[in-house]
């Protein structure tokens, strides 16, 4: 467990509930994927490094993406031209698996990915939503929010 999580739990403003929540997540990094194959990690651990330099919350945001697209879980509604989560995933990691082989060097990709985020393709929708889910995923552990001075899980009733 880390230090700022360690923080976060022995807070007396945050719940049992949230406290149980956030350890859930704790363990759920690393955890046996359902759905995507190794070479598809392989391809989202580029990605998300272009997208979240220099984080360690890589593994977190694979198994909870990983956990969405195996049990169908999401936002319940997608963008009309998207195909299902699944079948966008599967479709948009493929290409950009295919896109990353031939380009070798991060600055490679990082334009690459760039240069794709701002086209009116279905790629291009797949890497946005690749993004927002990172980032969204990112930032609902404690240890992100606390780097940008964030620590929103005081919600116990502290009474009058």
Same mark, same amino acid.
């Given at each position: 467990?880390?230090?700022?999580?360690?923080?976060?739990? +022995?807070?007396?403003?945050? !719940?049992?509930?949230?406290?149980?929540?956030?350890?859930?997540?704790?363990?759920?990094?690393? +955890?046996?994927?359902?759905?995507?194959?190794?070479?598809?990690?392989? *391809?989202?651990?580029?990605?998300?490094?272009?997208?979240?330099?220099?984080?360690? !919350? *890589?593994?977190?945001?694979?198994?909870?993406?990983?956990?969405?697209?195996? @049990?169908?879980?999401?936002?319940?509604?997608?963008?009309?031209?998207?195909?299902?989560?699944?079948?966008?995933?599967? @479709?948009?990691?493929?290409?950009?698996?295919?896109?990353?082989?031939?380009?070798?060097?991060?600055?490679?990709?990082?334009?690459?990915?760039?240069? @794709?985020?701002?086209?009116?393709?279905?790629?291009?929708?797949?890497?946005?939503?690749?993004?927002?889910?990172?980032?969204?995923? @990112?930032?609902?552990?404690?240890? +992100?929010?606390?780097?940008? +001075?964030?620590?929103?899980?005081?919600?116990?009733?502290?009474?009058?």
């Amino acid at each position: 467990m880390n230090a700022n999580l360690d923080f976060v739990l +022995s807070d007396g403003a945050v !719940s049992q509930c949230t406290k149980e929540v956030l350890l859930s997540k704790e363990r759920k990094a690393g +955890s046996a994927l359902k759905f995507f194959s190794s070479k598809e990690v392989e *391809t989202l651990e580029s990605a998300i490094g272009i997208f979240l330099p220099g984080k360690n !919350s *890589t593994s977190y945001i694979i198994s909870e993406l990983d956990e969405e697209l195996a @049990h169908g879980l999401g936002k319940g509604w997608r963008v009309g031209c998207f195909p299902e989560d699944k079948t966008l995933y599967q @479709h948009g990691l493929k290409e950009l698996s295919e896109k990353f082989m031939l380009v070798k060097s991060r600055p490679e990709r990082e334009s690459l990915i760039q240069e @794709h985020l701002g086209q009116q393709t279905l790629f291009a929708g797949f890497l946005g939503e690749l993004l927002v889910k990172a980032v969204e995923i @990112h930032y609902s552990l404690p240890a +992100s929010l606390l780097e940008i +001075s964030c620590a929103p899980y005081a919600d116990k009733d502290s009474g009058p």
